[in-house]
């Protein structure tokens, strides 16, 4: 058996020379991760995209990480077990903590199926710096949203693991905000910028939502 000592013990942690909190008084707004989470089909990626856009228009940096996007590159190598789905979401948060510390305000569409996983990242990062968003869309109506026909697919047995079919997804427990996925979008995004407000990641301009 090998004695040599693991990679970590000879890592540092760097610190930036530009922090954190420079970048953020550059930018007049905080970083902060905007968690997304739900069904396929239950609106994550509308509504993560629809605030984004939103905020930009405010003046303020943003990102949205896509669960399909990420699993172009990062996550390629990644199926959808259950522990690479639990891997697929700890990488996220890694990176979804990088853009916070830039100053960002990173919005994360995934379903990230399972309430540990989530609590996860939370608990990674300051309280103030996590919101968790709830799209709550029943799956009835996920379904017929199903544009790419995965859904139909997971019913006839062609793809395994599939949340809401052949593989669960948690609740969660204590989101920060849970939005009905039957409410029209401009109501939902209006929902979210109010709490990211609340929260004091930005100052409100005079643009209505």
Not at 22 to 29: G, M, V
Not at 66 to 82: A, T
Not at 86 to 94: D, F, V
């Amino acid at each position: 058996m090998s004695t040599a000592k693991p990679v970590t013990a000879n890592i540092v942690w760097h610190p930036n020379t530009v922090t954190r909190a420079q970048r953020e008084a550059q930018n007049l707004h905080r970083g902060a991760i905007i968690w997304f989470t739900g069904l396929s089909g239950a609106g994550k990626s509308t509504l993560a995209h629809a605030v984004a856009e939103f905020l930009h228009r405010q003046g303020c940096q943003t990102f949205v990480l896509d669960g399909d996007n990420v699993r172009h590159g990062l996550c390629s190598d990644l199926s959808f077990s259950m522990q690479d789905r639990q891997e697929n979401i700890r990488r996220i948060g890694e990176v979804a903590k990088l853009f916070m510390e830039a100053g960002i305000i990173v919005l994360t569409a995934f379903i990230s199926p399972y309430c540990q996983d989530r609590e996860r990242v939370r608990n990674s990062v300051a309280a103030n710096d996590f919101i968790e968003i709830y799209c709550d869309t029943p799956l009835e109506i996920c379904e017929k949203r199903d544009v790419k026909g995965i859904y139909k697919k997971a019913r006839a047995g062609q793809i395994l693991d599939f949340t809401g079919i052949s593989s669960p997804y948690q609740v969660p427990e204590n989101p920060e905000l849970v939005v009905n996925g039957t409410t029209p979008l401009p109501s939902c995004v209006e929902q979210i910028i109010n709490l990211i407000i609340k929260r004091g990641i930005y100052l409100p301009a005079t643009e209505t939502i």
